[in-house]
Each structure stands twice: as structure tokens, then as C-alpha cells.
């Protein structure tokens, strides 16, 4: 009776111990799931790279300098990268999603820093690894060449996030407008319509502008008609943005001939219409202001260089759509 006793007890003993282990297990194991990693960029950068840094490397150029404080590179649970930026006052921080060549561009930027990792850095570095961990300690530290990447994930995982870049990056705009002309040393007035389309800081656009004479009495009145096809680039200024484009176009122009009877009274002149068609090259400044709103105003400075009558103008345009994201 005893042994039997004694051989439940240790039976009991035995269980309890086995489930000790197993939920320590799964404890560490759950524990290990949720943690996040830090990236070692460079000796000289550390793991926080911060805004006087980044004025050198240009690391991030996402954010303005007066919204930037502070990034770092993380290693996420699931195995994904993203850069994690901390921005002034209580804007929060942001995610951006990695791809090995992403990374890769990042690490050469960093690399290019000439400036020693100061004092300052290094006292603040912890605390704003906390922050960037959301306040836990549920996180490891690790050098650059220790990262790796999603093995049986990479095409997938490149893919998402080329994906959300172009999510990020591609926009595209609606400009209508009016405004004035001149061409053949005559003034008028301009109209147009522009589709514009810009993938990070390049901009590719379409545009159909007419100047057109206004006198009375007079038929026809002379006009120019601009089609083109536009290649430029566009950057960030000080409360808007700036592009300078060019590409080529057909233009169609209609002038007055030679004079024709008219039964329209003494006031009027007829004459015969002149056609001209030829190829220019057209030459363009876009001024956008309001860049992340959906409703904007666009300045136009157009101009059009060709054998038979270059010409210019100024349109004053509503935008639709916007070009750049709201954060």
C-alpha cells in the first residue's frame, strides 16, 4: 500500500514538473515571437540615426527636416524589415517598409558619414531605442552583417514591398487652367488641360494649351494649338513644390491669309485661314502648392520652341489630385 502511495506521489511529481517545463517553454517561445531586433547600421551612426546625421547621409528622405527627429532600422518579429521613424511633437512614428536593396542603399548611406558617433548620441541612444520599442524591453541589439533576411519569403517579400513604395510614391494630378499668351508678338488669352503622373521625383505629363488672338470684327481670329508629351523632375521647396519639364509636340496654328470681301458691314474683316503644323519642343514650369491636398492650385510658365512660331504663356490652374502623401 505504501509503494503504491509513494509511486503515485512521485507520478504526481513527475506531471507537475513536465508542465513546468512545457509552459516555461511556450512562455520563452511566445516571448521570443514578440521580439523585435535593432540594427547596427555603422560604428560611427550606431543604432539611432539621428537628425544631424541624416543632414549628412541623407538617409531619410521621407520627412522634412523640421518634421524628422530620429530613426532606426528594425528587424520585426515575422522577420521583416522597416525603417521606424520618430517624428517632432506628437506626430508618432512611422513604418516603412524594407526590401534587401532598400537595406542595402541605406547601410552605403550610412557608410558615406565622416562625423564620430557623439556623447550626446550615446546617452540618449537607449532611451530612444525605449521609444522606438514602444516602451518595452522586448528587444536585441544586433550588427548589420548579422541580418538576415526571409529565406523562403524573399520574392514575396520584395514584391510587398516594391508594392507599397509605388503605393507610396506614384501620384497623379489633373491640372485645368486659364491664364494669357502671346505669339507672333500678339497677346491672348490661354487655356489648357494637363494629366500629369509622378513616381518619386520624376514626373511624366501630357498637355493640350491654346492661345488664342481676341479681337472683334476681325475673322479668323489667329490661335495656337500646343499637344505634348513632357519628361521632368520635381523637388520639394519651402511650402511647395517645384518641376521643370520638357519633351516634344505637334502644333496647329490658324492665321489670318490674305484679306476676303466681307458682307458683314465696314466693321468687319474677313480673311482667308493660314494653317500651320510643325513639331516643337515644348518647355514647361509647374509651381504646385498644396501638395497633399486633393484640391490645389498649379502655376504654369509654358513656352514652345519651333520653325514656324514659338511662343509662351502663364495659366493659372486647379489641381485634382494630390502629389505627395499626408502624414
Known amino acids: 500500500m505504501k509503494n503504491k502511495n509513494t509511486s503515485c506521489y512521485y507520478s504526481f511529481i513527475l506531471h507537475c514538473a513536465i508542465s513546468l517545463v512545457v509552459l516555461s517553454n511556450n512562455a520563452k517561445a511566445q516571448s521570443l515571437s514578440s521580439e523585435i531586433s535593432f540594427i547596427k547600421l555603422t560604428d560611427d551612426i550606431g543604432y539611432i540615426i539621428d537628425a544631424a546625421e541624416n543632414d549628412e547621409c541623407k538617409c531619410i528622405s521621407n520627412y522634412s527636416k523640421n518634421e524628422y527627429n530620429y530613426a532606426a532600422l528594425i528587424q520585426l518579429p515575422d522577420s521583416s524589415i522597416v525603417l521606424r521613424i520618430m517624428l517632432v511633437d506628437s506626430l508618432g512614428s512611422r513604418d516603412i517598409a524594407m526590401g534587401k536593396a532598400e537595406v542595402s542603399k541605406l547601410h552605403s548611406r550610412a557608410s558615406s558619414i565622416t562625423v564620430k558617433i557623439s556623447e550626446i548620441d550615446t546617452l540618449k541612444e537607449k532611451a530612444w531605442i525605449k521609444t522606438l520599442a514602444e516602451n518595452t524591453d522586448n528587444y536585441k541589439l544586433i550588427a548589420y552583417y548579422m541580418l538576415q533576411f526571409p529565406s523562403l519569403l524573399d520574392e ?119 494653317i500651320i503644323e510643325t513639331i516643337g519642343l515644348p518647355l514647361q514650369i509647374d509651381l504646385f502648392v498644396g501638395a497633399t491636398h486633393n484640391l490645389g492650385l498649379n502655376i504654369i510658365i509654358f513656352g514652345n520652341i519651333n520653325q514656324k512660331c514659338s511662343f509662351g504663356g502663364l495659366l493659372f490652374c486647379l489641381q485634382f489630385g494630390a502629389i505627395k502623401e499626408k502624414k
Open 156 to 274: 514575396d517579400y520584395e514584391t510587398a514591398s516594391i508594392e507599397t513604395a509605388e503605393i507610396k510614391n506614384n501620384f497623379q494630378y489633373l491640372n485645368l487652367g486659364i491664364g494669357a499668351g502671346s505669339f507672333q508678338g500678339l497677346g491672348g488669352i490661354s487655356i489648357g488641360a494637363e494629366y500629369g503622373i509622378i513616381n518619386k521625383n520624376f514626373l511624366l505629363s501630357m498637355h493640350i494649351f491654346r492661345i488664342q488672338e481676341i479681337q472683334l470684327f476681325v475673322s479668323p481670329n489667329e490661335n495656337m494649338n500646343d499637344f505634348a508629351l513632357l519628361f521632368g523632375r520635381i523637388n520639394e521647396q519651402e511650402g511647395f513644390h517645384i518641376s521643370v519639364s520638357a519633351g516634344i509636340s505637334y502644333i496647329y496654328g490658324v492665321f489670318r491669309g490674305n484679306s476676303i470681301p466681307s458682307s458683314g458691314g465696314f466693321l468687319s474683316s474677313n480673311h482667308a485661314e493660314k
